[in-house]
């Protein structure tokens, strides 16, 4: 795709918070209709850059959301207003400002939860889904591997020390990626400051929120608002094959109790498929083929 086609677009939260997301459109065509697409916990609209550009190129409009307190999106003076339903409010006003009445939703991880929560609050804006690995709910062992890094103090460092790092919080979860691979994932995670080094990409606020206790307490909720969505259109999910955070049972249980459902797993990647792999494009790239 011509990166010509990529703008950014900039829109305000309720509590007047100045948000931004990638859009991402076909060239010299008009758009089939329009993709979200909403990151993991910690990560920005960096994550769907390639499989934008494949959605794209196969004729949809992409709109990559950076979730407030991350990468191009403002930081909120209030932190507990980082979570899933105000995310949700957010991604709504996005659509609402650019006149879009229903969309498909790609999300992954923390994204997939905000998905199932529009679901219970605008599920009419809700065409289909894809579901990258997560679920209605998580292993309390997942939970804790992700707390051991996420919102935690990370000194400004340089490029090749961003890479260790980035390879030692996620060298589990992709056992097959090399320097190449950690080095562009560095330029997904980090923003560059005026003296040259590099920092996480997020508000550390956004994890004071994330409670393993209130997801667990959640979980009939979370089922429920799953099934909601499974009465919204089709739906993809998307395990990778190494993941702790959506166990297979947990996954096979989605698929038996929504309506249109498939499972695709992801080999030889844990939490979370960065969908740039030939098995997680395909699945997309199919399911919106289905989609009038």
């Known amino acids: 795709m011509d990166v010509s086609s990529r703008q950014d677009v900039f829109w305000s939260g309720k509590d007047g918070l100045r948000l931004h997301a990638r859009r991402h459109l076909p060239d010299r065509v008009t758009p089939t209709g329009t993709v979200v697409c909403i990151p993991g916990l910690t990560r920005n609209a960096a994550d ?7 959605m794209a190129a196969a004729g ?5 959301v950076d979730l407030r307190g991350r990468a191009g999106s403002g930081r909120a003076k209030d932190p507990r207003s980082y979570n899933p339903r105000t995310y949700a409010d957010d991604v709504a006003a996005l659509l609402d400002q650019q006149g879009v009445r229903r969309a498909v939703f790609v999300g992954t991880s923390l994204g997939v939860l905000v998905t199932m929560t529009l679901a219970t609050r605008r599920p009419g804006l809700v065409a289909a889904a894809i579901l990258n690995d997560a ?110 955070v959506l166990p297979r049972e947990v996954a096979q249980h989605m698929i038996a109790v ?14 979370a498929p960065m969908l740039d792999e030939p098995e997680s494009q395909a699945a997309i790239l199919a399911l919106l083929a289905r989609l009038p």
Do not use: N
Not at 60 to 64: N, P, S
């Open 258 to 271: 929504a309506a249109d459902a498939t499972l695709v797993e992801v080999p030889d990647v844990g939490h």
């Open 135 to 244: 679920g209605p709910e998580v292993p309390a062992e997942a939970l804790a591997r992700i707390g051991r890094y996420a919102g935690k103090p990370v000194p400004p460092m340089d490029a090749a020390a961003a890479a260790s790092y980035v390879e030692s919080i996620a060298g589990t979860a992709f056992p097959k990626y090399g320097p190449d691979e950690w080095r562009a994932m560095v330029t997904r995670m980090f923003r560059m400051r005026d003296d040259g080094l590099l920092e996480l990409d997020y508000d550390p606020a956004i994890v004071r929120t994330v409670s393993p206790l209130l997801l667990r307490l959640m979980r009939p909720l979370l089922w429920r608002a799953w099934r909601k969505l499974g009465r919204c259109g089709p739906l993809l999910v998307l395990r990778g094959a190494l993941s702790d």
């Open 60 to 64: 949809w409009q992409v709109l990559a």
């Open 48 to 54: 769907f850059e390639a499989i934008a550009g494949d």
